[in-house]
């Protein structure tokens, strides 16, 4: 199936070209992080996770979120979501691709990174985190790739093939839940130490996810001859829905139990990101086009009209792309650093290296999806023809 | 070890599945107890727990200068203001982002947020309150470490192995008191004067300060302790006859942050 990859239009090769060289200039600029330290980056020892960790955060929900196709197809049988489960988990594949990446970039020591493995050490949240990415990595790769292939022969999948769909439920939410609890467990950081943090997470992946499933969906459509399905793209248009609203709802649970008990270790980080901290604000205006932006969009998502239009559904998804990605990205890590423990106030901002290698990951995450899906699509076409 | 043989072959079956061997295997079962076992356990037979006392009513800039000074120049920290050649003079603006420091000073809303009263004592509120590692009984760096690298001895010492680190820096995300450093640049070329008795650090790992462990396996006092002439006391709180017991017994003290239950072992007579 592999070789439906190789063949294509020239659009094709040109995306494929440019996605490769996003990832190409990334690279250098990688190299020359390898060659003088993490300093290269605006990371520092009061912000000292940055960008990298944040995409890292952000696709774990959008792997994640291939759980919100397969689910409703496996468990409630709803057919329709048949053609499209397929998408959902090679966008997962993408996703976690990105992920394991981003990790790596963000390692101190790469050279190092089978330590984990060498002195593996069940208390830190980070070693389970490491296996669910992992074995969901695996499973998407083995179920996507497995499916297709009978798909493509008109045979039903094997039997193990369906034990293995439905553990990756499970294992769908597993990995959002260890990757909050990164921190969310954690004494000293008043902004990540909520209970909330594991169902915000995932509240924002399923708003996410679906929102570039939806976006994916329609540029299949346009592209190619398979059409992943109106029905399709409302049902998701659903899930997207709620999760957004669900979202918004979660977030204002936090501001309520953060301010009306007044604790200042809680309340400091939600000062410095919607208003300012001794004179530092740079990422107000960010949080408040996020927080405003999601609300509305929630509320214009709940529009039956505004979402059986597609153009219309398309740049609400966009939009809901766009604020979690602010809230999840920019805000969380930062936030939960600025105050630091001495309640001083360091702002962090990346460096055009760390942007150029932010975006060779990103590139590299797609050029997997690109071909990925184009295997998928190819199928798809030529069992309807 | 107190495990018969059934649990033996549960174990060493469970370990064999997760392709684990030597002493990953060993860690499952005794978790912590490898390091424990190999690290120095200095003074006499019973469990020694080392902890300092800073002593603030004897506490002034010159002498916080002078234990940071010792400090620094025996572990080999980086001064980022000092490169020993002009060619990697350090913008001012990052000079806080790169910092390395183990021993550092605080004014007293900084070193205890939060528990600053709306009147105190002019001279309190301006005193160099000097900040360390707490070396936490409960310590959440140590908890939060993918490799162990970061680990508690039984004397309470909590370490770093600088080789094992991967520099994933879960450990300064954990640290509710800011006192880890991380090598975001190589530190050699801001080493004015090496010090032969400790390793220099290479990019990436992630370091602090050590209750000078590598002294105390020679029966001396931490760096700081010997150059505070008396300001900070240091010894094994579990010995009825320590000074560091005396005088906890002596004087009320507070710690930074006791309410995060991990347990500080610095103290600080106001």
């Known amino acids: ?148 292939e009978c798909e493509r022969h008109s045979a039903a999948p094997p039997k193990w093939i369906k034990f293995l769909s439905y553990v990756s439920i499970p294992w769908a939410v597993s990995i959002h839940t260890v990757t909050a609890f990164l921190y969310a467990g954690l004494p000293g950081r008043g902004y990540w130490l909520t209970a909330i943090m594991a169902p915000r997470f995932l509240s924002s992946a399923f708003a996410a996810g679906p929102s570039l499933l939806v976006l994916l969906c329609l540029l299949v459509r346009k592209y190619s001859k398979f059409d992943p399905g109106k029905e399709q793209i409302q049902s998701l248009a659903k899930v997207v829905t709620y ?42 205006p960010f949080m408040w086009f996020s927080i405003v932006g999601m609300t509305i969009t929630a509320i214009l998502l709940t529009n039956p009209k505004l979402r059986q239009n597609e153009n219309t559904l398309a740049a609400l998804c966009g939009m809901v792309i766009i604020t979690t990605w602010i809230d999840k990205g920019l805000g969380l890590m930062t936030g939960g650093f600025v105050p630091n423990p001495m309640e001083k106030v360091t702002e962090y901002a990346p460096t055009v290296p760390e942007a150029a290698i932010t975006l060779g990951v990103w590139a590299l995450g797609f050029l997997v999806l690109t071909l990925l899906y184009k295997v998928a699509v190819s199928i798809k076409e030529e069992i309807s023809s | 070890m107190g495990m018969d043989r059934r649990e033996f072959i549960r174990i060493s079956g469970l370990a064999a599945l997760l392709g684990l061997s030597g002493k990953g295997a060993f860690e499952l079962v005794r978790p912590g107890q490898v390091e424990a076992a190999v690290a120095a356990k200095p003074g006499a037979e019973g469990v020694v727990r080392w902890a300092m006392v800073v002593n603030m009513q004897k506490m002034d800039e010159a002498t916080a200068k002078k234990c940071i000074e010792a400090c620094h120049r025996v572990h080999n920290v980086p001064d980022f203001t000092k490169p020993k050649d002009a060619k990697d003079a350090v913008p ?9 420091k183990w021993l550092w000073t605080e004014h007293f809303h900084n070193a205890f947020p939060g528990e600053e009263p709306p009147v105190m004592p002019e001279k309190i509120a301006r005193l160099p309150f000097l900040l360390l590692c707490n070396h936490c009984d409960n310590p959440p760096c140590v908890r939060v470490c993918p490799t162990k690298a970061t680990f508690r001895r039984e004397d309470g010492i909590v370490n770093m192995d600088m080789h094992r680190c991967i520099g994933c820096r879960f450990c300064m995300a954990g640290c509710p008191f800011g006192v880890r450093s991380f090598n975001w640049r190589d530190p050699r070329p801001y080493i004015t004067q090496e010090y032969p008795g400790y390793p220099t650090r290479e990019i990436g790992v992630v370091e602090k300060c050590t209750f000078c462990a590598e002294r105390l396996a020679q029966n001396l006092m931490p760096a700081c302790v010997e150059a505070s002439r008396g300001t900070l006391i240091f010894g094994d709180l579990n010995d009825e006859k320590s000074k560091v017991r005396d005088t906890l017994k002596r004087y009320f003290t507070i710690r930074r942050k006791v309410h995060l239950g991990t347990n500080p072992q610095v103290y600080y007579i106001v």
């Open chain 1, 1 to 148: 199936m592999l070789e439906r990859a190789l063949i294509g239009t020239k659009r094709y090769y040109l995306l494929l070209a440019v996605l490769a060289g996003i990832f190409g200039v990334g690279f250098l600029f990688y190299l020359q992080q390898l060659k003088f330290g993490l300093g290269i980056t605006g990371m520092g020892r009061d912000v000292s996770w940055g960008f990298y960790i944040a995409q890292f955060t952000y696709l774990v929900g959008v792997a994640a979120s291939a759980v919100m196709v397969v689910l409703p197809y496996y468990l409630h049988n709803y057919k329709a979501f048949g053609r499209v489960t397929i998408l959902g988990e090679f966008l997962a594949v993408a996703a976690v691709t990105m992920c394991v990446t981003f990790v790596l970039v963000d390692m101190g020591r790469p050279d190092r990174v089978f330590n984990v493995f060498k002195y593996p050490t069940p208390n830190s949240v980070m070693f389970w985190d490491i296996i669910v990415l992992n074995g969901y990595l695996l499973l998407n790769i083995l179920i996507g790739w497995n499916v297709l």
């Open chain 2, 92 to 100: 001012p603006e990052v000079l806080n982002r790169y910092e390395v």
């Open chain 1, 243 to 284: 999760a957004t609203l669900i979202n918004v709802f979660f977030f204002f649970c936090e501001v309520f139990t953060v301010f009306y008990s007044q604790i200042p270790d809680h309340m400091l980080h939600f000062q410095y990101l919607f208003a300012g901290l001794d004179g530092k604000a740079r990422l107000v």
